[in-house]
């Protein structure tokens, strides 16, 4: 068994969300060893190898794996957090038991979409990038042709909820973000 035990140590209002909460959990062993096996056996992952995380995208939310802690975001309640982390604790323990059977992926972020970052932008087409629509900043932003701080609006308090997660998939995913828009754990 990899994973023995997670504890909840930290709850914050969700800033994507205000009706939601985030949910941090300190976990009791190193759990990093099993990322490349779940990032082989999950859609939509994202695995920062060189960081040490993995972003497992489960019905709109977003569970962050590091290699001493769990974070959770857009949760409903801590009963809800306890169900995600019993059920994250069983698939890292399954997963790294049947690694012999597995054939590790170590590519980052194959799953970023232009259309799921689309999502998360203002989306008026202002034009402020010096694209001519949101969606085609978000195809360049995928490709690393532009960058994300070029997106101002995204930076106004308005969009905080948005940017927040946005900033976060993109961290994950190894892309440069602003450090002052990104979230704290
Ligand atoms: S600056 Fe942001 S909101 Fe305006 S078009 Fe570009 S991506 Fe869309």
């Given amino acids: 068994m990899l994973l023995h035990s997670y504890k909840i140590t930290r709850t914050l209002p969700c800033l994507a969300d205000p009706e939601k909460i985030r949910v941090i959990a300190e976990i009791s062993d190193e759990i990093h060893e099993a990322f490349p096996y779940l990032n082989a056996i999950l859609k939509g992952c994202i695995y920062n190898h060189p960081a040490l995380t993995l972003t497992i995208k489960k019905d709109g939310k ?54 799921d970052i ?12 010096g694209e001519l629509t949101c969606l085609a900043f978000a195809v ?10 070029r997106c101002d609006p995204l930076f106004s308090e308005k969009y905080q909820g948005k940017r927040n997660v946005l900033l976060e998939i993109l961290q994950a995913a190894g892309y440069e973000v602003p450090m002052s828009g990104s979230l704290a754990d």
């Fill in 62 to 115: 977003l569970f962050t794996l590091h290699a001493h802690h769990i974070t959770l975001a857009k949760i409903e309640d801590e009963k809800e957090a306890e169900e995600i982390l019993s059920w994250l604790r069983d698939l890292i323990n399954e997963t790294y038991e049947k690694r012999d059977q597995i054939e590790p992926n170590y590519s980052m972020a194959a799953e970023l979409k232009a259309l």
């Fill in 140 to 149: 360049k932003l995928v490709g690393r042709d532009t960058e994300i701080k």
């Fill in 118 to 129: 689309f999502k998360l932008l203002p989306g008026t087409n202002c034009k402020k990038c």
